[in-house]
T-cell receptor, first 114, second 113 residues
Framework: DTEVTQTPKHLVMGMTNKKSLKCEQHMGHRAMYWYKQKAKKPPELMFV???????INESVPSRFSPECPNSSLLNLHLHALQPEDSALYLC?????????????FGPGTRLTVT | GQNIDQPTEMTATEGAIVQINCTYQ??????LFWYQQHAGEAPTFLSYNVLDGLEEKGRFSSFLSRSKGYSYLLLKELQMKDSASYLCAVVADRGSTLGRLYFGRGTQLTVWP
């Protein structure tokens, strides 16, 4: 199984809503990542978890809150988002965060904030 | 800062060969990845280079010159399904950025019949 799954595929939320994005992998990978991608732009790193601990936070606003309940799951909790947060949110995993192993990306969640 | 540069767009015809270049200036280097991304889909891994030279994998090859801060992705026998964005990404290896991927802006390749 070389798949990273993400739910939901699409999400529309208002600026006062609270929602969560979910990501799962069963490859035994110990590093997991959240990226944000706007149209025709490369993915921008948001967070990195290594061995279930947050190791990188790219100065992401606190309205995005990551959580890693176990080595297979990664969540992104969303609260009080802005319309400019509308984007494709990608989850990825790799064997570890040393960078010599490829990152496997999930299909993404297309988020629209109204 | 980290600087990864690649052309924004390229076009080619079916059956042709195309070379997508990537130049980089980073504070550290621990390898370079190429990813393919079709519109609305996730990036998929194509290749990884950490030593100088050419890596061949079927129709796709990737080359790296560390001294020149340069890589290219070579696509042969182009097919319509190769129309996609091709992302060059460099792995940094300094301090807290260990393992972090720095992406170029992506090269949108369009293959015409």
């Amino acid at each position: 199984d070389t798949e990273v799954t993400q739910t939901p595929k699409h999400l529309v939320m208002g600026m006062t809503n609270k929602k969560s994005l979910k990501c799962e992998q069963h490859m035994g990978h110990r590093a997991m990542y959240w990226y944000k991608q706007k149209a025709k732009k490369p993915p921008e790193l948001m967070f990195v978890y290594s061995y279930e601990k947050l190791s990188i936070n790219e100065s992401v606003p606190s309205r995005f809150s990551p959580e890693c309940p176990n080595s297979s799951l990664l969540n992104l909790h969303l609260h009080a988002l802005q319309p400019e947060d509308s984007a494709l949110y990608l989850c990825a995993s790799s064997q570890d965060e040393q960078g010599v192993y490829e990152q496997y990306f999930g299909p993404g969640t297309r988020l629209t904030v109204t | 800062g980290q600087n990864i540069d690649q052309p924004t767009e390229m076009t080619a015809t079916e059956g042709a060969i195309v070379q997508i270049n990537c130049t980089y200036q980073t504070s550290g280097f621990n390898g370079l990845f190429w990813y393919q991304q079709h519109a609305g889909e996730a990036p998929t891994f194509l290749s990884y280079n950490v030593l100088d030279g050419l890596e061949e994998k079927g129709r796709f090859s990737s080359f790296l010159s560390r001294s020149k801060g340069y890589s290219y992705l070579l696509l042969k026998e182009l097919q319509m399904k190769d129309s996609a964005s091709y992302l060059c990404a460099v792995v940094a290896d300094r301090g807290s950025t260990l393992g972090r991927l720095y992406f170029g802006r992506g090269t949108q390749l369009t293959v015409w019949p």
